[in-house]
């Protein structure tokens, strides 16, 4: 493979890998709420996408609606019923209650759908090459890396420009100074937990082509998000987005160059950028 | 003084004095060798569980490191002992354990030294990269390690030249595990309560009053670190001893994660939550996976919930309550 069919393919892993984790940065930016069955969200959203193409025979694009939408709901009830009794816990409870909710969600896949990958049947439209002129590539690759791209552009947009977003970053820079001067944290996390988990349901299905989809597919793949959350920096969209980038390409050269022990470097670069910004690459020291 | 100033320091002052139902425990050990001959191989695996936990528990519970990693020790001393009986035909097994801390010791050191300058997130991917990156090694050292199959077949002497490994009955690795596990238990429980444990507590509790006190933190907690992770590389080499081989699943993030639940779930910062927790959750995944084996996680997830949800502190601190509860109706 040349270098240039590796980027892409390693880019529209990385624009996977991103609209999964965004919404775990910003959430545990906001709350320092942590978060491991955010891949559960994922995984569920990949479920509810595949099996409406394949039961009902929803198209692709309606599909990733109702994906989002299913995710986003039901995420705001775990939210209010389940997670806010717990965000003055300690963290050591917000681990195991989140690992238990992990186990009940894989369980109930598995007895609901069975244990088996799903796999997405993409439309005509995004099957096959795509000339580029200068390489021929596949188009879903493509689309996934524009899509990505439009995403953080959007989202890059919605937090620099507008006031949920100056709320939000207030939030994620000290909590307090923003709950004194009139912010609802409780509420802007509500909003940004259900429409990071919605991200994340369209992340699952958009990437059950490259992750694959499977009941595991929450425990997986959690170490992968929570190393993207914490090299790009807790509540930093722009910065999930690159340190996203960086995973997706690594991790796919690797895997094609040394399909031996290609991972060890990932984790062993985790590890060097960690020790040299122990906040994320583009995360700021808090006061 | 007054009456509750009085008994509140006279509690404090013999609260490290052994009470008489800390006998139980040892008590109930022994009786399942004698009465259920039938489940010690899986009494042995608990037994080990339960020093792995103990360990863990010892930072985490008591001097507030919380760390995804700690199956990297675990895995080191297995493979230590492995690696031994293998390669150099060291196959005695107690001075196995000695080896097995010291390296796992060794390394622990050596991370923490390195690590334990951050916190939270950061010290969490830390420590899951540092055992990725060991059990990554494990994996492409096939020519020391065995690669992914490990070291099947390990043969060890009888431990002080008496008693022979069985590994069809596990009476002689029950009652080995078991003693190791309780030298181990009092090492521990006259650390948490010496002046060195009770600095711990501190640093968990509020670390800029330890700064500010001149504690020297991060040597302390470097120190306990380390011992720690001596004592998980000791229940790794248990591991090795009892099944006579050793893999990769020594490593990795599910017995990492495994351990760090049962802590929670028995209640962390007690010496008797890793007791509890493992019995809790190895018992309840024995008997759901036996009876459901596609949807055993649905059990064990709902009762992790419930537990994090109305019981802070885990099943120890869900007694602590009822008793609590029982003693304020009695006494009205």
């Not at chain 1, 529209?12 to 984790?21: K, N, Q, R, T, Y």
């Amino acid at each position: 493979m040349d270098l240039i069919s590796i980027a892409l393919g390693g880019l529209a892993a990385g624009m996977v890998l991103f609209i999964v984790s965004v919404g775990l940065s910003v959430t545990m930016g906001l709350m320092g709420f942590v978060n491991l069955a955010h891949g559960g969200f994922a995984m569920l959203g990949g479920y509810v996408i595949v099996l409406a193409m394949s039961r009902w025979g929803v198209p692709f694009l309606p599909a990733l609606a109702i994906g989002f939408a299913a995710i986003a709901a039901s995420s705001v009830v775990f939210e209010r019923l389940l997670y806010a009794p717990l965000y003055r816990a300690s963290e050591l409870d917000q681990v195991l209650f989140t690992i238990g909710l992990v186990f009940v969600m894989i369980a109930a896949v598995t007895l609901g759908v069975g244990p088996e990958t799903q796999t997405v049947v993409l439309p005509e439209w995004l099957r096959g090459q795509t000339d580029l002129g200068f390489i021929r590539y596949r188009t879903y690759s493509l689309a996934l890396i524009v899509t990505g791209t439009a995403l953080v552009i959007g989202l890059w947009l919605g937090f620099e420009r507008t006031r949920i977003g100056a709320r939000i970053r207030a939030a994620v820079d000290n909590r307090r100074m923003a709950e004194s001067l009139g912010v609802d944290v409780g509420r802007l996390f509500t909003i940004t937990f259900a429409f990071g988990s919605g991200l994340a349901a369209v992340g699952g299905g958009l990437g059950a082509e490259i992750l694959g989809l499977d009941p595991q597919y929450p425990l997986r793949y959690l170490v992968y998000f929570l190393i993207v959350v914490a090299v790009g920096g807790m509540g930093r969209v722009t910065g999930v987005f690159f340190a996203a980038l960086l995973i997706g390409v690594l991790d796919f050269l690797l895997k094609i160059q040394f399909p031996k022990g290609g991972t060890m470097f990932i984790y062993a670069l985790t590890l060097v950028l960690l020790l040299w910004r122990p906040q994320g690459l583009f995360g700021r020291r808090s006061g | 003084m007054s009456r509750p100033e009085l008994a509140a320091a006279r509690a404090l002052a013999g609260r490290h004095r052994v009470k008489w139902w800390e006998v139980l425990p040892w008590v109930a050990g022994i009786a399942v060798f004698f009465l259920l001959p039938g489940y010690l191989a899986f009494g042995t695996q608990l037994l080990i569980v339960i020093l792995f936990a103990l360990s863990l528990d010892l930072v985490m519970g008591y001097a507030g490191i919380v760390t995804l990693g700690h199956a990297a020790f675990f895995g080191a001393g297995a493979y230590t002992v492995g690696m031994l009986a293998q390669h150099a035909g060291w196959n005695e097994p107690l001075s196995g354990l000695v080896a097995a801390a010291l390296v796992a010791g060794a390394i622990g050191l050596a991370s923490g030294y390195v690590l334990l300058r951050t916190q939270g997130l950061t010290l969490l991917m830390l420590t899951l990269c540092t055992m990725a990156l060991l059990e990554e090694s494990a994996n492409m050292g096939h020519a020391y390690t065995g690669g992914f199959d490990g070291m099947p077949g390990l043969q060890f002497l009888p431990i002080l030249g008496l008693f022979p490994f069985d590994l069809l009955y596990y009476r002689s690795q029950y009652l080995y595990v078991l003693v190791v596990l309780f030298v181990c238990f009092v090492l521990v429980r006259v650390l948490v309560y010496s002046p060195f444990g009770q600095s711990l507590t501190g640093i968990r509790e509020n670390v800029l009053r330890m700064h500010a006190v001149g504690a020297p933190v991060r040597a302390r907690l470097v120190i306990v670190y380390t011992i720690s992770a001596a004592i998980a590389g000791v229940a790794g080499a248990l591991f090795t001893h009892a099944n006579a081989y050793v893999n990769l699943a020594t490593f990795g993030l599910d017995r990492a994660a495994g351990v760090l639940i049962i802590v929670i779930l028995g209640g962390y910062g007690r010496l008797y939550g890793a007791f509890v927790g493992a019995i809790a959750y190895m018992v309840l995944e024995h008997a759901l996976a036996k009876a459901y084996p596609t949807a055993w996680q649905l059990g064990v997830g709902l009762m992790l919930i419930a537990v994090a949800l109305y019981a802070r502190n885990g099943l120890i601190g869900l007694g602590d309550a009822l008793r609590r509860r029982v003693q304020a109706w009695s006494g009205r």
